[in-house]
């Protein structure tokens, strides 16, 4: 079955203690993407990958990191949590190659419900 | 840059009622268009997509027609079911390298029997 998984689906922290969620997708598409969704605010991208080891900022990457050393894989990094990045996240994916850029569809993953204390 | 403006919801409807959600753009270029929608707990799908000026998207009932002159895609279903109750989001994208993709800030649905 074709899906993006993200782990953990939700998690509880403190402040300052660094934190990794895991996206894979076993579509082998080449862009993959972080989102975060509040409300009112709808969906923000905060990193994109086009490809293994090409990444590059969204419109709010700051205090994440994010890494593409293989094509299924992009974790997304918070080295010290803070409150304000509580918030429901998304990774998503894409194929490049299918069609041209206008029909690409991206393939969301259920999400992770982080909390920052 | 680009955005999308969606309506603000919460939108409540009884079960069989029509339904609209606008939804316009501002775009560099000539956007794809597209229909996502989060059920409560999951992740967002796509629902329908528009990729040219007077296209039509549909699927489960649902249906946008890409609207150049209006920068508009505003989606209709004729008669809502309980379980059309979600969030959902319009999205834009234009073509080349890069496909951004900028996202309305959702409208929840509620359709009660």
């Known amino acids: 079955e074709a899906q993006v998984t993200q782990n953990p689906r939700y998690l509880i922290t403190v402040t300052g203690k660094k934190l990794t969620v895991t996206c894979s997708q076993n579509?082998?598409?080449?862009?993959m993407s972080w989102y975060r969704q509040d409300p009112g605010l709808g969906l923000r991208q905060i990193y994109y990958?086009?490809?293994?080891?090409?990444?590059d900022k969204g419109d709010v990457p700051e205090g994440y990191k994010v890494s593409r050393k293989e094509k299924r894989n992009f974790p997304l990094i918070l080295e010290s949590p803070s409150p304000n990045q509580t918030s429901l996240y998304f990774c998503?994916?894409?194929?490049?190659?299918?069609?041209?850029?206008?029909?690409?569809?991206?393939?969301f993953g259920p999400g992770t419900r982080l909390t920052v204390t | 840059g680009n955005s999308v403006t969606q309506m603000e919801g919460p939108v409540t409807l009884s079960e069989e009622a029509f339904l609209t959600i606008n939804c316009t753009y501002t775009?560099?270029?000539?956007?794809?268009l597209f229909w996502y929608v989060q059920y409560p707990g999951e992740g967002l799908q796509l629902l329908l997509k528009?990729?040219?000026?007077?296209d039509k998207g549909s699927n489960k009932g649902f249906e946008a027609t890409y609207r150049k002159e209006t920068t508009s895609f505003h989606l209709e279903k004729g008669s809502v079911q309980v379980s059309d109750s979600a969030v959902y989001f319009c999205?834009?994208?234009?073509?080349?390298?890069?496909?951004?993709?900028?996202f309305g800030t959702g409208t929840k649905l509620q359709v009660i029997p």
């Open positions: 579509m082998n598409h080449e862009y």
């Open positions: 528009a990729t040219k000026a007077d």
């Open positions: 998503a994916s894409s194929d490049q190659k299918s069609g041209t850029a206008r029909n690409y569809e991206q393939y």
């Open positions: 999205a834009l994208t234009l073509s080349g390298g890069y496909q951004k993709v900028t």
């Open positions: 775009a560099t270029g000539y956007p794809s």
């Open positions: 990958s086009m490809n293994v080891e090409v990444t």
